[in-house]
């Protein structure tokens, strides 16, 4: 049997590293988006639209 040589090229594991880090902060940033947006949606209704879907004013930090 042919010995195979199964290693990576130098640098690939250290590319695939920084890609690896470049996407799950890509991922954090629309997930922090995400909760900014939507604590700014609800930021703008009033006591009595917040009331209506069982939130209060104070509540809205706390809903993600």
């Known amino acids: ?10 640098g690939a594991v250290s590319i695939f590293r920084v890609v690896d880090l ?3 902060l890509k ?12 604590r700014r949606a609800l930021s ?6 917040l009331a209506d879907i069982g939130l209060s004013r104070h509540q809205i930090k706390d809903v993600i």
């Open 22 to 24: 470049a996407l799950a």
């Open 1 to 10: 049997m042919a010995n195979v040589n199964v290693s990576a090229p130098v």
């Open 27 to 38: 991922e954090k940033l629309a997930a922090w988006n995400e909760v900014r947006l939507t």
């Open 44 to 49: 703008e209704l009033n006591d009595a639209q």
